[in-house]
C-alpha cells in the first residue's frame, strides 16, 4: 500500500507540475494579474479619469502575451494604433460632429491609417477608438481621448510589468516539436531499411505511405522553436540558463536540412523498383544500404542529446557509411542510370550523417 500510494503521490505531482507549466495556465495567470492590478492601477487616477478606469483591465487582457518580448511589441503597437485613433476621432469630431457624414469619413480614414505596417496585428485600434469617440466622446471627445489613452497606457504598462515579472521561456513545445521530427525521420528510415532487408518490391502505394510528408512537423517544430527563441528575448530565466533557445535553433536547422535529405533517399530507392527489372540494389548492397540507413536513424531518433564524437552510435554509423561506400565501389558493371541513382543514395547518406554527427549543430 505504501508504495502505491508513493506512486500514486509522485504521478499526481508530475501531472500538478506540467499543469502548472502549461503555456496557456501561465498566460491565464498572467493575464488575470495583469486585469487586476491594471483596474486598481487606475482607480488611483483623480478626477474624471475614474470613469474610465475599465479601459485599463481591457488593455492589459489585450496587451498580455506569453512572451516578454511579444508583450513589450504589440504593447507599444497598440499605445500608438489607440493614439492615431484618438487624435483622428477628435479632429473629424470638431469639424463634422456626430453625424453620418463623421462616422463615414473616420471609417474610412481610421482603415487608411490602419495600413500603415509598423503597426502590425494591432491596427485595428485605429479605426475602433477613432469611432468610439466620435459616437462616445459626446461634446467633451479630447476629455475621452485623453482618458482611453490614458487607461489603455496603464493596462500596457502593467502588463509587460507583469510579463517581466512572471516570464516563461516556452521551451518544452519547442522541444516536444524537435522530438516529432526525430521520431519520425528515424521511423523512416527504419522503414525503408526493413524493405531493403526483406528484397520484396513494395506496391506504389506501400511508398507512397512511406513517404508521408514530413513537412508539417516540420513547420510546428519552426514555429514551436520561434517562440521559445521569441520567449528567450528580455528573459532575465533564459540569461541564467544559458540561452537554450540558441541550442534548439540549430538542431532546427540541422534538423530541417536532415528532412530534405531523408525525403531525397525515400525517392531514389523508390526509383530502384521498377515493373520488369531488377533492382540495381543486389541483395549484398541492400544489406549495407539497409545497415547504413538504420545507423543514421539511429544517430537522428536521439540528435537532440549530447554525443561524443567516439561515441559507440557514431563509430557504428561511420563503419555502416564506409562498408556501403565499398560495396558501391565494387559495382563497376552497373547501368549508367542505375549507378546515378544509387550513387545519389549513397551521397545523400553521407551528407545527411555529416548533419547527425557531433560535428553539426550539438
Not at 110 to 125: H, T
Not at 177 to 198: F, T
Request: glycine letters at 8%; one cysteine or more; proline letters at 5%.
Amino acid at each position: 500500500m505504501r508504495v502505491t500510494g508513493t506512486i500514486t503521490g509522485e504521478r499526481a505531482r508530475r501531472t500538478t507540475r506540467r499543469l502548472v507549466l502549461h503555456s496557456r495556465v501561465q498566460l491565464v495567470v498572467k493575464t488575470t494579474i495583469a486585469a487586476t492590478l491594471a483596474w486598481l492601477a487606475a482607480g488611483l487616477f483623480p478626477g474624471d479619469l475614474e470613469r474610465y478606469r475599465y479601459y485599463a483591465p481591457l488593455g492589459a487582457v489585450a496587451m498580455t502575451y506569453p512572451t516578454i518580448a511579444t508583450t513589450v511589441r504589440h504593447s507599444w503597437r497598440a499605445v500608438v494604433a489607440i493614439v492615431l485613433g484618438g487624435v483622428l476621432g477628435m479632429a473629424v469630431h470638431q469639424t463634422l460632429r456626430t453625424s453620418v457624414v463623421a462616422l463615414v469619413v473616420v471609417v474610412a480614414v481610421g482603415v487608411a491609417l490602419a495600413g500603415l505596417s509598423f503597426l502590425g496585428e494591432q491596427r485595428s485600434y485605429v479605426p475602433i477608438v477613432s469611432l468610439l469617440v466620435v459616437v462616445i466622446g459626446g461634446s467633451n471627445p479630447e476629455d475621452y481621448a485623453f482618458a482611453y489613452v490614458a487607461m489603455s497606457l496603464v493596462g500596457a504598462v502593467v502588463g509587460v510589468a507583469v510579463s517581466l515579472a512572471l516570464p516563461a521561456l516556452r521551451l518544452s513545445p519547442g522541444r516536444n516539436a524537435l522530438r516529432s521530427v526525430e521520431v519520425l525521420l528515424a521511423e523512416q528510415l527504419h522503414d525503408v531499411a526493413d524493405v531493403l532487408r526483406s528484397g520484396e518490391t513494395p506496391e506504389p502505394e506501400d511508398w507512397e505511405n512511406r513517404r508521408r510528408s514530413a513537412r508539417p512537423f516540420v513547420e510546428e517544430m519552426r514555429r514551436s522553436v520561434g517562440e521559445a527563441a521569441d520567449a528567450q528575448r528580455g528573459n532575465p530565466r533564459a540569461r541564467r540558463r544559458g540561452y537554450p533557445a540558441n541550442r534548439m535553433q540549430k538542431i532546427a536547422r540541422s534538423l530541417e536540412r536532415a528532412t530534405v535529405l531523408v525525403e531525397q533517399v525515400l525517392d531514389l530507392v523508390s526509383r530502384t523498383y521498377r515493373q520488369g527489372a531488377a533492382s540495381p540494389l543486389d541483395p549484398e548492397l541492400a544489406t549495407a544500404a539497409a545497415e547504413a540507413l538504420d545507423r543514421i536513424a539511429d544517430l537522428i531518433g536521439s540528435y537532440h542529446e549530447p554525443v561524443d564524437p567516439d561515441d559507440e552510435m557514431v563509430v557504428t554509423g561511420q563503419q555502416a557509411l564506409h562498408r556501403l561506400t565499398a560495396a558501391f565501389a565494387e559495382r563497376r558493371g552497373m547501368d549508367a542510370d542505375d549507378l546515378a541513382v544509387v550513387g545519389a543514395i549513397v551521397a545523400n547518406l553521407r551528407r545527411c550523417l555529416r548533419i547527425v554527427e557531433p560535428a553539426g549543430a550539438r
